[in-house]
């Protein structure tokens, strides 16, 4: 299969593609079969590299290798709904799928960003073992069950960058009165420390940051902030992200078109959703060394480490926002107390092996 350049006409969350671009055309069934109509509605703009790219090939990858059974009409964000409107659009049947971050919907049940990233939380590896081996796809179908949905891992950007300001921040104090854009979580802990935080698709943060309405960003990581030209508008370039570090993207499907399906087409779905989440990772990873070099080198970008003073006051405000969290309702206690299982037994395991490899490598290597 030969994939499009989608980079070249990247796209920004929230703006309204063309009529004509709204439904993706796929191949037609070669052999006359029963069909199936789905939808997938997404929060990313049309061609938006990753994000959006990677959810299109998705939809793609769907009805070809349900061999046209499957017939999936894919529209980005603001070509059918909002971006902040397809929970809705899936929840109550209007389409079939969502290709979304789950922490956008924490004011439906705060539990919601557990399954995309939380502050201090799990690394895309220890997520995956969580969601797959460890009791966290049981949960999240629980979480969605309540909502009409079921929803599976398709997409992960890593461990995110801090963000972009438009100031210094050497200590906890110059968060305070902050105009923000993060959602989930880590915006909680940012009002924690006195600053104000803004939830905004993806396609108004650059807008907003130049008009002033808001004074700092996270977004991504270099790849698609490079593509977001947020170097044009402020100056400071902070790591590591304490908000989101191993960011799960959400096939989010309607539970009642869900249990219509053969399982065969079922298992279909399943696996073209975690293709995607290895391959988004893969190309993430692939792609942010480049364009970090191109901000530093084309852009004068100067990115700065988070000093500890800043990280113990993010992690003090943490647990703050995770009291609160877990005394939401049974189900948020659950998931949290899963979370912590995962964290300390993966993480523990993994601080011995990745993170102690690379260190050592690093060392070694002058890295």
């Not at 009529?19 to 061609?47: C, H, N, Y």
């Not at 696996?271 to 084309?298: C, F, H, P």
Request: hydrophobic share 40%.
């Amino acid at each position: 299969m030969k994939r499009r350049d989608f980079i070249s006409k990247a796209g920004l969350a929230g703006v309204g593609g063309a009529a004509a671009a709204a439904a993706s055309s796929f191949p037609k069934p070669s052999l006359a079969q029963e069909r199936i109509e789905m939808v997938i509605v997404s929060t990313w703009g049309r061609d938006f590299p990753g994000l959006g790219t990677n959810a299109q090939l998705m939809a793609e990858r769907i009805q070809e290798t349900s061999g046209g059974k499957i017939q999936v009409q894919y529209f980005a964000a603001g070509e059918r709904v909002g971006a902040f409107d397809s929970f809705d659009e899936v929840a109550s049947g209007n389409a079939q799928a969502y290709h979304a971050a789950d922490y956008y919907w924490k004011g439906k049940h705060p539990a919601w960003a557990y399954f995309t990233s939380v502050p201090f939380g799990l690394t895309y590896n220890e997520m995956a073992a969580w969601i797959h081996h460890m009791g966290g796809q049981e949960l999240w179908d629980e979480l969605a069950g309540d909502f009409g949905l079921k929803c599976l891992a398709a997409g992960n950007t890593g461990v995110q960058m801090g963000g972009w300001f438009n100031k210094e921040i050497n200590s906890a104090d110059d968060l305070k009165g902050l105009k923000m854009r993060i959602p989930g979580l880590g915006g909680d802990v940012m009002a924690k420390l006195g600053a104000s935080p803004v939830s905004l698709p993806g396609g108004q943060i650059y807008e907003n940051l130049v008009s002033g309405a808001i004074e700092a960003t996270e977004w991504v990581g270099p790849w698609n902030d490079y593509a977001m030209k947020f170097y044009e508008a402020t100056k400071y370039y902070y790591y590591p992200g304490m908000h989101e570090p191993g960011g799960f993207d959400s096939l989010g499907i309607n539970a009642s078109w869900w249990g219509t399906l053969s399982k065969t087409d079922q298992a279909i779905i399943k696996s073209v959703a975690g293709q995607t989440n290895d391959w988004m990772m893969a190309e993430y990873n692939a792609k942010n060394g480049e364009y970090l070099r191109k901000l530093i080198d084309e852009h004068g970008v100067e990115v700065r480490e988070f000093n500890d003073d800043v990280y113990d006051a993010f992690g003090d405000a943490a647990e703050q926002v995770f009291e609160e969290t877990r005394q939401h309702s049974d189900l948020a206690n659950k998931v949290h107390e899963s979370f912590l299982n995962a964290r300390s037994a993966a993480g523990g395991w993994l601080k011995l092996a990745d993170v102690g490899y690379s260190e050592k490598r690093n060392r070694v290597l002058g890295m």
